[in-house]
């Protein structure tokens, strides 16, 4: 059975490039534009990772992360930040909510398709 990896990002380019790219770990790849529609996508069930930017209007990135670590579904889900901001108050709240890696913009893809195959315990 395949994967599946919700991508929330809210620039649109950000959500084609990195679908691509995902979409080549044999994953399905979902996506959304805020942090509500991601939270209501993983209670519905069946995502195994997501990847967040953590700068989006309305709630953020950490914001999504605290309350997906509130639900049964998102308590464990390994997350993936994306950032612009790479200083090391960022990383640090990004620690605190047990974030299984942080990706500084601009990003290398292939990093990232390893790192998802990685999480995921794909070959």
Same mark, same amino acid.
């Given at each position: 059975?395949?994967?599946?990896?919700?991508?929330?990002?809210?620039? $649109?380019?950000?959500?084609?490039?990195?679908?691509?790219?995902?979409?080549?770990?044999?994953?399905?790849?979902?996506?959304?534009?805020?942090?509500?529609?991601?939270?209501?996508?993983?209670?519905?069930?069946?995502?195994?990772?997501?990847?967040?930017?953590?700068?989006?209007?309305?709630?953020?990135?950490?914001?999504?992360?605290?309350?997906?670590?509130?639900?049964?579904?998102?308590? $464990?889900?390994?997350?993936?930040?994306?950032?612009?901001?790479?200083?090391?108050?960022?990383?640090?709240?990004?620690?605190?909510?047990?974030?299984?890696?942080?990706?500084?913009?601009?990003?290398?893809?292939?990093?990232?398709?390893?790192?998802?195959?990685?999480?995921?315990?794909?070959?």
């Amino acid at each position: 059975m395949n994967k599946t990896i919700l991508i929330c990002d809210d620039e $649109k380019h950000m959500l084609r490039l990195l679908s691509f790219t995902l979409g080549k770990t044999g994953c399905l790849v979902e996506s959304v534009s805020d942090g509500d529609q991601a939270l209501a996508r993983i209670a519905r069930g069946g995502v195994d990772l997501l990847l967040i930017d953590v700068m989006m209007p309305g709630k953020d990135g950490f914001e999504t992360v605290r309350e997906l670590r509130s639900m049964p579904e998102g308590e $464990k889900m390994p997350v993936i930040i994306l950032t612009a901001r790479g200083a090391s108050t960022t990383r640090e709240v990004a620690g605190q909510l047990g974030v299984s890696h942080f990706v500084t913009k601009p990003f290398s893809p292939i990093q990232i398709q390893e790192q998802v195959k990685r999480l995921l315990g794909l070959g």
